[in-house]
């Protein structure tokens, strides 16, 4: 993917920090809780969404998927666009088509309009997210601020990721477009403070062109692959709705490469994956995200379709993962600078899978404290100590060249791993539950059957990524004050 590079590990400065760094922070982490929220909000209101605009099973996970899928895909070209054009700029950008399409969402009256919005409105996080997360090492020097930073900025985004459901919940019950409608308080306060709190920076000029011919092929190319193992939970596999999205996204994906191989400016330079921590850290967020999302999305059919539980109740049920979620996260921004990353991954994916082997084990009839309780408590707790870990080491050692880049990498395996990764679990549950159904099992047995099954697969990949830990990660820890080498004075301005 392109002529391969030096990277540039950072040089010392002596510059004072930004003043206005932890009011830039405030702004960013408040658009970024809007962001993650939208990506997990949605999940109880799926029931409540299908009954209203007709949708089938299947065709309902594209509500989720048709958001992080394009802001997956997408990512990268806006964290490049960032670094082209100004992280700030392109922030602001995000943020209006973040804005507009939320209002679209709440105004949608068929599922072919919902689902058209949340494509749209992915487009507004691939554009401002990677230019949020890619002003913080910028705006932080000293490592350990920038930990703590990643710390404060992973916690509030999960909070929002786990808030979800609960303000889902409360929403619903009123009416489900109001999940839609609550972003718009947040847009406007980010489009009122980002100029006066956010410097503008961007890379050295010169030389540098937009590949979008490469996002379009990737993101076209996973959304096929994505639609053709959705198809495999109502087609045989050798069916043509199955082979041929499947085949065409392979293709998409070959053409991509074969852009991005002869590109002078491609969407990745291959250089930016010979850091070996940046690399194991990206394909371990795509596998915790796989995970987290699916067993989100899974058990929130479970508890309304099966144990038939309201919509603010499911959203409660959620407040112990989200709970634990936030102490994870506090006990990895305390611990990770004195006993680094590699340690706290490795605990964290292992007790993520004990978590997903917990809850496999619920029932048809489970109660919340016998069944339910455990696994949302340790699944909440473990997830949260992985996160910061694998946002620093997304981000190990990367030049203010590459800020942007960087994080539309990072953000982009959470959200083409989210995507994926539902559409196999879900598939798995779902061809699990219709082959019992066939042998004359209850419905509500065959469907938890499903579900607790892709739990087990799960548990079993988030084992084999701790491996991958203990074999391929470096052990990051803090280091003396620090400063992004590439971005020169004349290229941060206030």
Known sequence: MGTPGPLHDPAPVTAEPDPRRWRALAVLAAMQFMLVLDATVVNVSLPKIQHDLSFSRQALSWVPNG???????????????????????????GVIVFGVTSAACGAAVTSSMLVASRFAQGMGEALAGPAALGMIPLLFSDSRERMKAVGIWG?????????????????????????????????IFALIMAPRVLPESRMARGGHSIDAAGAITVTGGVLAIVDGILNVSSHS???????????????????????????????????????????TSNVLTAAL?????????????????????????????????????????GMNTALMPRLGVKLLLTLGFIGTAAGMFVASYMHADSSYAGGLLAGLIVVGLFTGICLPGLINGALHQVTGQDSGLGSGVQTGMQQVGSALGLSILLT???????DHIRTGTPVAVAQTGGYTLAFRVTAIVLV?????????????????RTALAEVSPDQVDS
């Not at 798995?428 to 219709?434: P, T, Y």
């Not at 084999?464 to 003396?480: K, W």
Request: hydrophobic share 55%.
């Open 67 to 93: 958001y992080v899928l394009v802001a997956g895909g997408f990512l990268l070209l806006g964290g490049r666009l960032a670094d082209m054009f100004g992280r700030r700029r392109m922030f602001l950008i």
């Open 155 to 187: 916690g509030i985004g999960g909070v929002g990721g786990t808030l979800g459901p609960v303000i889902s919940g409360l929403l619903t019950d009123v009416d489900w477009r109001w999940i839609f409608y609550i972003n718009i308080p947040v847009v």
């Open 237 to 279: 596999w050798g069916s043509w709705q199955v082979l041929l999205p499947l085949i065409g996204g392979i293709c998409l994906l070959a053409i991509m490469v074969a852009i991005e191989s002869r590109s002078s400016d491609p969407l990745v330079p291959l250089r930016f994956f010979n850091n070996r921590t940046r690399a």
């Open 289 to 329: 995200f796989a995970t987290f999302v699916s067993y989100a999305f899974m058990l929130t059919l479970y508890m309304q379709q099966i144990l038939g539980y309201s919509p603010l109740k499911t959203g409660l049920a959620y407040l112990p993962l989200g709970l634990a979620f936030g102490a994870g996260i």
């Open 428 to 434: 798995i549950a779902l061809r699990h539950a219709a």
């Open 464 to 480: 084999v990524a701790a491996v991958l830990i203990l074999v391929l990660l470096e052990n990051v820890t803090a280091q003396p």
